[in-house]
C-alpha cells in the first residue's frame, strides 16, 4: 500500500539522527566519514560543519583532478570549464569584436523557450579563462558575460546503518485540499535516473540530455522517487505525475551552466510548472539572468539550500530571490546541523528519517536537504498546473499558510517561513 498520508499535519517525533554522514561522493571517489550530530548547539556541530565543508572542498578538488583536462578553478576556488566563456544574448556586434581578438565559437544554444541565446566562447590559445572573461567584459561592457561553471549535486546521504525513526501519536491535522497528482507534471534537473527500480519501472518519466545516453546516479535516482515513486510500503509526493527529468551531468562530477540553461529551456518549452533543481554552486551573471527569465514567466524553480553548514556562505541557484530555497529537518523537527542558514531559506520538509531509491534495485537511508526539496515541489506542482506568474504567487500562498511556524515567530533564516508537507513520509520507513 502507498503511504501517502495527508498533506500536512501531524509531524513525527522521536527519531534518532544517522550515525554518521558522508557527502554523495564522485565515482571511485572515497570521502571523510563526519562525526555523528546530535545538539545543534553543542560544539559537535561545530566539528560536524568543519567536516562538512571540507567534504564539499574535497569534491570540488577531486573534480578538479579528475576532469584537470577541462576543468579548474575561477578565483574564488569554484569549478569551470577551462577557456570557456558564455555570453547570453550577446548582440552581432560583440560576437563580432571577440572574433576579431581571436574568440571562436564553441556552440550556440538559441533557449527559444526562454527568449534567449547561449553563445560558449573558446579563448585564444595562451590566454587564460580569466584574463578572457576580463577581455570580454571590456569589450562589451553591456554584455552579459561569465565562467561556464561546474554545478555539484546537493545532497547528503546517510550512511549505512542509521536508526530507525519512530512513529508518534498524531496531533491536530491542517486539512487541506488538493488535486490529486495524476495528469499533474514536474521537473527535475539532476544526475541520471534508474529507471529500472521498482519504485520507478511503473512511473512516467520522460528524459532530456546526455544525447539520449542514460547514466544512473544515486542522488537524481533517490529524488525521483521521492518525487514520483510508487510500491508497497514506499509514498511520494506525486505519485502518478509525469517526471520530466534532464540530466545535466551524463556520467560526470559536475554539470555545467551551459547544459543547465539547456535543461532549463526544456522545461520552458514543454511548459513544466515547477522545477526541482539539485545542484549547488556559484552565483553566476549567467544563471542570474536565466533564472530570471524562468520565474518571470510563471515558473516555480524549487532548489535546496545545501549541506555546508549554517555559516557557510550561499550557494545557488536557492539564493537567489525568485527561487523557492528549501532546508531540512529531522524527526524531531529540528533542523538539520548541517543545512545551511540565511534569507535564502523559505521553506522546511523532511530532510532525513527514511529511505529512498538506490540504482540496482534497493534502497538507501536519505539526509540532506536536497532530499527535503521534492516535497516543496511537488506541493507546488499540486496547486500549479500551467507557468503562471499570478498562479506561482496563489501556490506560495497556499504553501504559507499550511506552513508550521517553527523557531522564530514569523519568517527566520533557520526554517524560513515553516515546516510544509511532513505528514507525507516520503519513501521507506522501517
Not at 560544539?43 to 562538512?52: D, E, I, M, N, P
Not at 532525513?352 to 516535497?375: C, K, L, N, Y
Request: proline fraction near 8%; glycine fraction near 12%.
Amino acid at each position: 500500500m502507498n503511504r501517502l498520508f495527508r498533506i500536512f499535519g501531524a509531524v513525527l517525533a522521536a527519531g534518532v539522527t544517522a550515525a554518521a554522514l558522508a557527502q554523495v561522493s564522485l565515482p571511485g571517489v572515497p570521502l571523510p566519514r563526519l562525526p555523528a550530530v546530535t545538539d545543534p548547539v553543542t560544539g559537535t556541530l561545530r566539528t560536524a560543519t568543519s567536516a562538512l565543508e571540507e567534504a564539499r572542498e574535497l569534491r570540488v578538488r577531486e573534480l578538479l583532478r579528475s576532469e584537470r583536462a577541462t576543468a579548474e578553478a575561477d578565483p574564488d576556488g569554484q569549478p569551470i570549464l577551462r577557456r570557456q566563456v558564455g555570453a547570453l544574448s550577446p548582440t552581432p556586434e560583440a560576437l563580432e569584436r571577440a572574433l576579431g581578438v581571436g574568440f571562436t565559437v564553441l556552440r550556440t544554444e538559441a533557449l527559444a523557450g526562454l527568449g534567449l541565446t547561449l553563445v560558449v566562447l573558446q579563448a585564444p590559445e595562451g590566454l587564460s579563462t580569466r584574463r578572457a572573461l576580463r577581455q570580454l567584459r571590456e569589450l562589451d561592457p553591456q554584455g552579459q558575460y561569465d565562467y561556464n561553471h561546474l554545478y555539484l549535486g546537493s545532497g547528503l546521504q546517510a550512511e549505512a546503518g542509521a536508526l530507525p525513526v519512530t512513529m508518534p501519536p498524531a496531533t491536530t491535522a491542517v486539512p487541506v485540499t488538493m488535486p490529486p497528482a495524476n495528469g499533474l507534471r514536474i521537473g527535475l534537473i539532476d544526475s541520471g535516473i534508474d529507471g529500472s527500480h521498482p519504485v520507478l519501472a511503473g512511473a512516467a518519466i520522460e528524459r532530456f540530455g546526455c544525447e539520449h545516453a542514460v547514466f544512473p546516479a544515486a542522488h537524481g535516482t533517490a529524488v525521483a522517487s521521492l518525487l514520483v515513486g510508487q510500491g508497497e510500503d514506499f509514498g511520494s509526493v506525486v505519485p502518478g505525475a509525469t517526471l520530466y527529468a534532464a540530466d545535466i551531468f551524463c556520467g560526470h562530477g559536475g554539470g555545467s551552466l551551459s547544459l543547465l540553461a539547456i535543461a532549463l529551456d526544456w522545461m520552458a518549452r514543454e511548459r513544466i510548472p515547477v522545477v526541482n533543481i539539485s545542484l549547488v554552486g556559484a552565483r553566476s551573471i549567467l544563471l542570474t539572468g536565466l533564472v530570471r527569465a524562468m520565474t518571470s514567466r510563471g515558473f516555480l524553480l524549487v532548489a535546496a539550500v545545501g549541506n555546508d553548514g549554517p555559516s557557510a556562505p550561499p550557494l545557488y541557484p536557492a539564493s537567489y530571490p525568485e527561487v523557492v530555497g528549501v532546508t531540512g529537518v529531522d524527526a524531531n523537527r529540528r533542523v538539520l546541523p548541517e543545512a545551511c542558514r540565511g534569507e535564502q531559506v523559505d521553506f522546511a520538509a523532511a530532510g532525513a528519517g527514511f529511505d529512498a531509491a538506490a540504482v540496482g534495485g534497493g534502497f538507501e537511508p536519505m539526509r540532506g536537504t536536497s532530499f527535503a526539496t521534492p516535497i516543496v515541489a511537488g506541493l507546488l506542482a499540486r496547486s500549479l498546473e500551467a507557468p503562471d506568474p499570478a498562479g506561482a504567487r496563489n501556490s506560495l500562498a497556499i504553501l504559507e499558510s499550511a506552513a508550521l511556524d517553527l523557531g522564530n515567530n514569523g519568517v527566520d533564516p533557520t526554517y524560513g517561513k515553516g515546516l510544509v508537507g511532513f505528514e507525507f513520509h516520503p519513501g521507506r520507513r522501517d
